[in-house]
């Protein structure tokens, strides 16, 4: 919408010179119930002439000579064209727009109205995402768009979000869409990882600032970014001012946060009579009785950890300890508006919130000022500014044990948090061996990490008209962000043990962005033609620092000054480039035949010597039917349009130098620099490429409901894959001193399809002046199939790339979960079994032996359908909205079973259902003996991979809108807000959500204590006038 | 108006089509392989980058002196490492990491050395004459020492056989230059031998009898040798080489503690240097696992190497003779290389604190000191001359003399010698000394990564599995099975 206006205004602007005054038309423009519209524009049609009206709606306009109609436009009405018959005084009425068929859609260098779209655009607006009381704007999309599956990679405060835009197609380069906000591409900027997935480099966008998110999902409409758009584009627009109409929005919310879920492990008592169990169980395997170990002394042959004395154990909660009820808050304010010549929007946000585990907070303070001007008739400039900064106070990830949430569930039951004088109590138990230094909750209070983002987002540009049908646009944009995370250690904590330890990592991230393009706009007749014709060059640079040290002399210092030993430090560098050279033809017939070509032009520093640049090709059709004479006044359909599209785009989301044979340095010994072969040299490394198709029938019944049917099949192929290289070559990837290396060669081979249909819905079922409900359904399936894989090894047939516990093997859907499948426990004996194939490949006996057991093809990360309905019911004022999220047929892998599930064969504490284990009393169970420091059960295998499929209650929403002129000039609207208020699940972990990986990976479903999302209640308002 | 638009057309054309230059960009922290391997400087640079793969924690930093003593009865792993768990419990699967770990960065090694060794003979530079045979010499001592150390976890035990069982591939070409088999079978455990043996017999040649700690010189490979034949049974070249080592420029430290505090010591043949910079991670180094401190004491000293090791070293007349003078004899090793000075407690078992640099892991990890010399060339005295051999006490005395420390009643030091060193009339037969030299050799080399390896070659049985079982000898991973087709896996996996 601002966009049209935008452009309404320069025409009126850029044509005023001409115009001379011959005669005055006054008048008053209101909407249907006879209320002024204050600030909708009149103009004079086939001139330049116009003005906005006034606070009571009321105009009054010079008509040039020849003048004839008037044109009547606002936000949200249908646009009107009047005669001015000689009237001096023309009154309009105007009616609301169809939201839907009307609505603007950012398209990436450009905009259209919906109706006239041939490619497949969900765009989610500013109201379905201002009150969501997330952090980041991804997780206020969730569920919202069909065939966008969003998931949050762990429940942790600041956490990173996955946006999978129809399927994943991409094993090794990034899975994440290409994110545009206000025309600059923000990439290249990455999370900070303490031993997990790391944290949301997106996390300064502060939702209440964005007027739309258009998420790009076919190649017609994401072509135009070419070589990076295959995973899908998001275009985020912010709101600007509209001139003529002054506004200023105050808007608050406040709640509270929990954890939906929590660990249910055992207690002091409990833990100690699963410990004895385990050790006799242990002792027993070596024919002896656990309690003679003393006295046997030094005439057994092996020693262990002592027997714990039951009903005398004492007992800590940890997870109750390491977890609060956060408190939350944000409050936000903005003025907009502007005259003729200009418009502004400026604001400012603050959100406090806590996360549920203590000590965990975040911060963001964001300011923007949007502002355009028209400078003369020719000549219209503009800039977006953007400063903010985030504080994330937070704790270790969850795949690192000093984590408190994982060290909580993990840590000693039986054992007091606090001395007598309710001091830290780091008394190990009996049984404290093989443990690591700390307790949670001493890391809680002795671990001092602070993740501080500073952005600045900067998009200037002029606009030139060149004619009445030309323009040529200049846009120079600029990302600064700043990522600098400190951390402090205390003496007693598992990581700063025993002397401290501190450091310090320093991100540099410079993104400079300039685009240029041409816009041509004619209608000839019958025939509409729009044309976009330019070029871009983006380059990013990244300069990370990084310093830790140890020895402090006291747990109060906090910098790395105060370290007596500076143990690493490091600087390094890197940098990429992008060129797009791009050009998009719309051409309409008569309003119903729309035909549409985009092409672009792509090169990257990325892709090897021999294929620097790319063409990325797109064409789509489109039918509207309903504008057709024999539907024409058909009561039912009142819009029927069906479209195609079919076009290439690429994927370049790979490391900067990745085409490069190269030795690394950083391979130090004894003080002195050394190096080895990193990478092997690949000159003819390019993008992937995808190939897609579009189809989609667009319709709207009755007024009453619309809705899109489509389908959708994407083919990836050259596919940039790491192709695993033997161990024996010897390539050493990681200058790690504990990670082993992965030698890979990245090569472009290989091919994944994804297919499926996506649904969306809106009904109005019920609509009467005081009572509504309106119901929106979206739905999409994913069929997704790896389709060919490189033959590394020359046997002819395409190899299986293993990851972790899933496999990428054609046939199979990526990553599908490849793992011994567990056969429950022998009665006989209590040992695990697990099964192994017969000779066709079925399941065959079960074996105790694991080594002889054979991996199948277990589950998959895929939701064979998933989305979201929302039910929104209004009574006069009063909204109730209730949005549910929904994924049915995908499977988590739970790989902190192996820690918490394991049935004692370590000392870490265990999941209450542990103490089923088999014994000789209990034979009918699923866990395995307990059996001390005996693997048995624990192996990774299908026992811990489950069904992940689950409904929740996302969001739930009680809203009352005052009506209009209750308050004066005032409108405000309360309302109180839950998420995540309820799940229906059979998983048993804590949130089927979880996707556990780092964004752009394909894998995803292999979690290890990931954190669950929070469960909020909040309440607030938006108070405009 | 036209002229504007023609500027900016062209502008714009230019812009796009005529700058591909502004794609240029170079890495910051890498160098094109091109540009490498190309002096002197360079190789030099490559072989420190071969040294640090062979530091390892994986590798020599940790796992080479770690594994062998919980696989065997030394070591009891109480940790939670699902890993580890298993190699002390002779349990790996394919998937374990360390098993991984050994295997990746072993060849690592060898691919950092066949680099060098095929580069350097292109290398035309001032420098090259003299610094030429050194630089080979540790390439060759790094690839022979890596592949010794593979074969004896990823094949059988050396014996008749050998020559059939299935070790590890043998590459000698590197992987980079192309002229190397990337998809190689495996060789056997003869072969792998046999190119260690090459390897380290030409680097001992080449290479200086001093070189800086931490890297190789002709005492190292030579000290390789001995124990490539001391493994393989050749207990004769084993005696001569060794001999040839302890009369070299090492001695014993006074005290066992100093070999391990002080890293100039005069008993060190060789060691992995470690630094704070090195490994400055939690997890993966010598006192990280070992150390009451590091985690907690993940390893813990077995109930048989306290009973069976530590408990048996002194024979009841030398303890009657100690008790008759009111002396008490105290093992250094034990009181001042253990937790609690060795006392065990009813909190748990005892810790190995050899290694005591849990705060940064700067522990130099441990490969060859003097006292295995003299060990060696004890037992393979007696072996070679199947009689209570005098030389053989004398060496087995040397390290008991300097183990034991004595004081009488009112708290004076004695000479413990008096009363720990044997004579040969302590033993009515050969194979009496060679259980003293092995029980002295199990305490004394107790966590340096011998235990499992001794336990091979004199063939009995590893915690009651037979040796040469499918359980002791570690799968090839998982990973190179499923990206080689030329690997066969070895039997029970």
Redesign the interface.
């Known amino acids: 919408m601002y966009m049209k206006r935008l452009f309404f205004l320069l025409v009126v602007c850029l044509f005023s010179y001409s115009a001379w005054a011959q005669s005055t038309v006054s008048g008053t423009v209101s909407d249907a119930d006879g209320n002024g519209i204050e600030g909708a524009s009149v103009n004079v049609k086939g001139t330049t002439v116009g003005m906005f009206t006034n606070e009571s709606g009321s105009y009054s306009l010079r008509v040039p000579e020849g003048g004839e109609i008037l044109v009547f436009s606002f936000v949200g009405k249908q646009n009107q064209e009047v005669a001015i018959d000689g009237r001096s005084t023309v009154n309009v009425t105007m009616t609301d727009a169809d939201v839907t068929l009307d609505e603007v859609i950012v398209t990436g260098y450009g905009s259209q109205k919906r109706r006239d779209l041939t490619s497949s655009i969900a765009k989610v607006g500013s109201d379905e995402i201002k009150n969501v009381a997330v952090s980041s704007f991804e997780g206020a999309l969730q569920g919202r768009v069909a065939g966008v599956n969003i998931t949050a990679n762990s429940g942790t405060l600041g956490a990173g979000v996955n946006v999978r835009v129809r399927g994943i197609a991409s094993i090794n380069a990034s899975n994440q869409p290409l994110y545009v906000i206000d025309g600059v591409p923000l990439d290249g900027i990455q999370g900070t990882a303490l031993g997990g997935p790391g944290t949301n480099p997106l996390i300064n966008i502060n939702p209440t600032e964005i007027a739309s998110v258009e998420i790009l999902k076919d190649a017609a409409a994401t072509a135009i970014y070419g070589a990076r758009a295959s995973n899908g584009v998001v275009l985020i627009t912010t709101k600007s001012g509209q001139g003529g109409r002054s506004r200023v929005e105050i808007n608050y919310y406040g709640g509270f946060s929990d954890a939906t879920a929590v660990y249910d492990i055992l207690d002091g008592e409990q833990y100690a009579q699963l410990w004895n169990q385990a050790g006799e169980a242990w002792a027993a395997a070596r024919g002896f009785q656990r309690s003679d170990w003393y006295t046997q002394g030094f005439q057994d042959t092996v020693i262990g950890n002592e027997l714990l004395t039951e009903g005398q154990q004492p007992y800590s909660d940890w997870i109750d300890l390491v977890t609060q009820r956060g408190f939350l808050q944000e409050v936000s304010a903005s003025a907009s508006g502007g005259d003729a010549n200009t418009s502004y929007f400026i604001s400012g946000t603050y959100r406090d919130e806590d996360g549920y585990v203590v000590s965990t907070n975040l911060k963001r303070y964001s300011f923007r000022a949007n502002i355009n001007q028209r400078v003369n008739d020719r000549l219209t400039v503009g800039m977006t500014l953007n400063p903010s900064r985030t504080e994330n106070n937070r704790q270790n990830e969850d795949n690192n044990v000093a984590s408190p949430f994982t060290y909580g569930a993990l840590y000693f039951p039986h054992v007091n948090a606090r001395d007598d004088n309710g001091e830290l109590s780091f008394e190990r138990p009996e049984n404290g061996r093989g443990q690591f230094a700390g307790t949670p909750l001493g890391n809680i209070e002795g671990q001092d990490i602070k993740l501080v983002t500073t952005q600045l987002l900067v998009n200037t540009f002029a606009d030139v008209k060149l004619s009445k049908d030309l323009t040529f646009r200049s846009e120079l944009g600029a990302a600064s962000i700043q990522v600098t995370q400190t951390g402090k250690q205390a003496s007693y904590t598992t990581d700063g043990f025993p002397i401290g330890a501190a450091n310090a990592i320093s991100n540099a991230n410079l993104n400079i962005n300039w685009a240029n393009f041409f816009t041509y706009n004619r209608t000839f007749g019958l025939h509409g033609l729009q044309a976009t014709l330019g070029s871009a060059f983006q380059r990013v640079d990244v300069v990370n620092l990084n310093v830790s040290g140890n020895t402090f002399a006291d747990d109060r210092l906090k910098t790395l000054n105060s370290a007596a030993e500076i143990t690493a430090g490091g600087g390094s560098g890197t940098s990429y480039a992008f060129q797009n050279n791009f050009l998009r033809v719309n051409y309409s017939f008569n309003n119903r035949y729309l035909l549409s070509f985009i092409g672009s032009y792509n090169g990257s520093s990325r892709f090897g010597a021999e294929n620097r640049y790319g063409f990325f090709p797109a064409v789509s059709a489109g039918w509207t039917i309903s504008e057709e004479s024999f539907l024409q006044g058909n009561n039912a359909i009142s819009f029927l349009k069906i479209r195609g599209s079919l076009g290439q785009t690429g994927n370049a989301e790979i490391g900067n130098f990745a085409s490069r044979g190269l030795v690394a340095f950083g391979r130090d010994y004894a003080g002195l620099p050394g190096y080895e072969l990193s990478s092997v040299e690949n000159p003819n490394l390019r993008w992937e490429t995808t190939t897609q198709l579009d189809l989609a029938l667009e319709f709207e019944l009755f007024n009453r409901i619309n809705g899109t049917i489509g389908y959708y099949n994407k083919n990836t192929t050259d596919l940039l894959l790491n192709v695993p290289q033997p161990l024996s070559t010897g390539i050493a990837t990681s200058a790690s001193q504990t990670a082993s290396p992965n030698p890979v060669a990245l090569q472009n081979v290989g091919s994944v399809r994804n297919a499926g249909f996506e649904i969306e819905l809106a009904a109005d079922i019920v609509k009467t002046n005081d009572f509504s409900w309106n119901l929106s359904v979206n739905i999409a399936t994913i069929d997704n199939e790896v389709t060919s894989l490189a033959d590394n090894d020359g046997d002819g047939e395409p190899d299986d790339i293993l990851v972790g516990r899933q496999i990428y093997r054609v046939g199979e859907e990526l990553g599908a979960f490849y793992l011994v499948e567990y056969a429950g426990v022998d009665e006989a004996n209590g040992d695990a079994l697990f099964y192994e194939l017969d000779a066709e490949g079925n399941q065959g006996e079960a074996t105790s032996a694991y080594s002889t057991a054979n991996r199948i093809i277990a589950g998959s990360p895929f939701p064979d359908y998933f989305g979201g309905f929302v039910n929104t019911f209004t009574y006069k004022g009063l909204e109730l909205t209730a949005f549910f999220q929904y994924s049915v047929g995908n499977e988590i892998y739970r790989n902190e079973g192996r820690f918490i599930m394991n049935n004692m064969s370590s000392v870490w504490n265990q999941d209450v259902r542990m103490l089923n284990a088999w014994t000789p009393e209990n034979t009918v169970t699923d866990v395995p003996e307990a059996r001390l420091f005996t693997t048995n059960g624990s192996q990774h295998s299908t026992r811990y991979l489950e069904d992940a499929s689950y409904l929740r209650l996302k969001t739930a929403t009680l809203a009352y809108n005052f009506a209009p002129n209750v308050l004066g000039p005032v409108d405000l609207r309360v309302f109180v807000m839950g998420q995540n208020l309820l799940t229906f699940t059979n998983f048993t972990g804590l949130d089927p959500e979880a996707s556990g990986q780092a964004v752009g990976t394909a894998r995803s479903g292999d979690i290890f204590f990931s954190r669950p999302q929070s469960r909020t209640i909040t309440a607030g308002f938006n108070l405009g006038f | 108006?036209k002229n504007?638009?023609k500027y900016?057309?062209g502008?714009?054309v230019v812009?796009?089509?005529g700058?591909?230059g502004?794609?240029?960009?170079s890495?910051?922290?890498?160098?094109?392989?091109?540009g490498?391997y190309q002096t002197t400087t360079d190789l030099e640079?490559?072989?420190?980058?071969?040294?640090?793969?062979f530091?390892?924690?994986?590798f020599a930093?940790c796992n080479l002196s770690m594994s062998p003593d919980i696989i065997a009865?030394n070591g009891?792993?109480?940790?939670?490492f699902?890993s580890f768990?298993?190699v002390?419990?002779q349990?790996v699967?394919?998937?374990n990491?360390e098993v991984?770990?050994l295997?990746?960065?072993g060849?690592?090694?060898?691919?950092?050395a066949?680099?060098i060794l095929e580069s350097i003979d292109n290398v035309d530079d001032g420098d090259i004459a003299t610094a030429g045979p050194r630089i080979r010499g540790e390439a060759l001592f790094l690839r022979g020492a890596a592949y010794f150390e593979m074969v004896r976890f990823f094949g059988k035990p050396f014996g008749s056989s050998s020559s059939s069982d299935p070790a590890?591939?043998l590459?000698t070409a590197?992987?980079?230059l192309g002229n190397?088999d990337?998809?190689?079978a495996r060789a056997s455990v003869e072969a792998i031998y046999a190119q260690a043996v090459s390897d380290l017999t030409t680097a001992e040649g080449l290479l200086p009898e001093s070189n800086?700690?931490?890297?190789a010189t002709s005492w190292a490979a030579k000290a390789y040798l001995a124990e490539i034949a001391f493994q393989k049974g050749e207990y004769a070249e084993a005696s001569s080489l060794a001999a040839e080592i302890i009369a070299g420029p090492f001695a014993l430290t006074d005290e066992p503690k100093e070999f391990f505090t002080n890293e100039s010591n005069t008993e060190a043949i060789f060691v992995t240097?470690h630094?704070?910079?090195?490994?400055?991670?939690?997890?993966?180094s010598l006192p990280t696992f070992h150390h009451i401190?590091g985690?907690?004491?993940?390893v813990?000293v077995?109930?048989?190497l306290?009973?069976n090791g530590f408990?048996a070293l002194i024979t009841t007349d030398q303890q009657a003779a100690a008790d008759g003078d009111g002396v008490s004899l105290v093992d250094l090793r034990l009181s001042t290389l253990t937790s609690d000075g060795g006392t065990?407690t009813?909190?748990?078992?005892v810790n190995i604190e050899k290694y005591d640099g849990?705060?940064?892991n700067d522990d130099d990890a441990p490969i060859y000191r003097l006292a295995e010399f003299l060990l060696m060339r004890a037992e393979a005295l007696v072996r070679v001359g199947d009689q209570v051999d005098a030389d053989a006490i004398a060496l087995l005395n040397q390290v008991r003399t300097r183990a034991f420390r004595a004081t009488d009643g009112a708290g004076a030091a004695v000479d413990a010698a008096t009363y720990v060193n044997y004579e040969a009339g302590d033993f009515a037969n050969a194979q009496e000394l060679l259980d003293a030299i092995i029980l002295e050799r199990r305490v004394e080399l107790a966590f340096e990564g011998n235990r499992f390896h001794d336990l091979n070659r004199i063939g009995v049985n590893v915690k009651g599995t037979s040796t040469g079982a499918d359980a002791l000898v570690w799968?090839v991973?998982?990973?190179?099975i499923?990206?080689?087709?030329?690997?066969v896996q070895n039997p029970?996996?």
């Open positions: 108006m504007i638009t900016i057309l502008a714009l812009f796009a089509f700058c591909e502004l794609l240029d960009e890495p910051q922290q890498s160098l094109p392989l091109d490498v640079t490559a072989l420190v980058g071969a040294y640090n793969a530091q390892h924690s994986d930093g009865d009891d792993w109480r940790g939670s699902p768990v298993d002390s419990n349990a699967d394919p998937t990491g991984l770990g295997w990746a960065n060849f690592r090694v060898i691919n950092d066949n680099l590890v591939p590459v590197s992987t980079a190397a990337l998809f190689p800086g700690v931490g890297f240097s630094t704070s910079q090195d490994n400055p991670g939690v997890n993966g401190d985690r907690g004491g993940d813990v077995s109930m048989d306290m009973n408990g065990f009813e909190t748990g078992g849990f705060v940064n799968p991973p998982q990973r190179d499923d990206a080689n087709s030329s690997l029970g996996y």
